[in-house]
T-cell receptor, first 114, second 112 residues
């Protein structure tokens, strides 16, 4: 069964606007971590933000914030004030279990329009 | 200093050949992974090692064999390469409980 679901294959946003990329997950573990990565056209995987399952506050890193709704098992990424350089693939991932099993969603391709 | 380094970055080879991709991390992490990213960009976990022990071994053809000589290295050896093995292979590492997992720059394997 798919553990990480990203339902938006592609998203468009106007430059300077905010955008939310959706991610839902499935786990029976109490302790887990949620990650977002950016993959630009150059191909590298860039870490953006992390949320631990016990963290009560939503994680923020600059223009990135993670909207963590534990009961709904969602971990949406919010990018504020979009920039042209934000155009990329975005992957949600979950790490769970004693063995650090880390799996990814299918990704969302974000395009920022000028 | 590069945290997770993979070599080579590009690899073009003929069907039937055997090749290896090397990965090293200098972060002192206890867990390392190999992922395969296909043409649709899906990242599929192949293997993970924790303290040199194989932990995750997904449904991967046994032509793929990981080797971890020590905690800092996780190499991927592929026998009898097939066209369908063409993909980008990523190595990654993390530490139990840490807030980050780091990726290598990827190895683009093309089998012709």
């Amino acid at each position: 069964a798919q553990k990480i679901t990203q339902t938006q294959p592609g998203m468009f946003v106007q430059e300077k606007e905010a955008v939310t990329l959706d991610c839902t997950y499935d786990t029976s573990d109490q302790s887990y971590g949620l990650f977002w990565y950016k993959q630009p056209s150059s191909g590298e995987m860039i870490f953006l933000i992390y949320q631990g399952s016990y963290d009560e506050q939503n994680a923020t890193e600059g223009r990135y914030s993670l909207n963590f709704q534990k009961a709904r098992k969602s971990a949406n990424l919010v990018i504020s004030a979009s920039q042209l350089g934000d155009s990329a693939m975005y992957f949600c991932a979950m790490r769970e279990g004693f063995n650090n099993d880390m799996r990814f969603g299918a990704g969302t391709r974000l395009t920022v329009k000028p | 200093d590069t945290a997770v380094s993979q070599t080579p970055k590009y690899l073009v080879t003929q069907m039937g050949n055997d090749k290896s991709i090397k990965c090293e991390q200098n972060l002192g992490h206890d867990t390392m992974y190999w992922y395969k990213q296909d043409s649709k960009k899906f990242l599929k976990i192949m293997f993970s090692y924790n303290n040199k022990e194989l932990i995750i071994n997904e449904t991967v053809p046994n032509r793929f064999s990981p080797k971890s000589p020590d905690k800092a290295h996780l190499n991927l050896h592929i026998n009898s390469l097939e066209l369908g093995d063409s993909a980008v292979y990523f190595c990654a590492s993390t530490q139990t409980g840490a807030e980050k997992a780091f990726f290598g720059q990827g190895t683009r394997l093309t089998v012709v």
